[in-house]
């Protein structure tokens, strides 16, 4: 049982971790995509930033082309990358999404290794179950 609740509080540190980190964690991955950082240079690219939804990056045009923007607000700044930017971002997210299913999927498998080595509900003598 103490594995149980050992298996338990790992992932709860791991989710708890994950929600804190999961800006800086799109961040890095719109930096490894190649998207640019950029800092509005006047009121009207500030109240833009501004409106944008945090956390998403937002596909905007402008002068004809396509861009794709993900706030940073808090820190004055954005990150944005054109349509190869964007793609290599969706697979990393792709493949990020893939690593944290496997890693849930091993945690489950740990999980019933446990409880099936402790026998489900434990040894207590023979032939009370059947």
Not at 32 to 39: D, E, I, K, P, S
Not at 71 to 79: G, V
Not at 123 to 128: A, D, M
Request: glycine share 8%.
């Amino acid at each position: 049982m103490k594995t149980i609740h050992t298996i338990f509080a790992i992932a709860a540190v791991i989710a708890f971790v994950g929600c804190a980190t999961t800006n800086q964690t799109t961040e890095n991955m719109a930096v490894a995509a190649g998207f640019q950082r950029l800092t509005p240079k006047n009121a009207n690219q500030e109240s833009i930033l501004q409106s944008l939804p945090p956390g998403k990056v937002t596909p905007i045009q402008h002068e004809g082309k396509q861009y794709y923007v993900l706030p940073d607000a808090p820190n004055n700044q954005a990150y944005v990358g054109g349509p190869k930017q964007y793609q290599a971002y969706q697979q990393l997210r792709l493949a990020k999404q893939m690593s944290n299913e496997n890693l849930m999927a091993a945690q489950l498998n740990a999980q019933a290794a446990a409880w099936n080595s402790w026998g489900g509900w434990g040894t207590w003598g023979t032939g009370y179950w059947y």
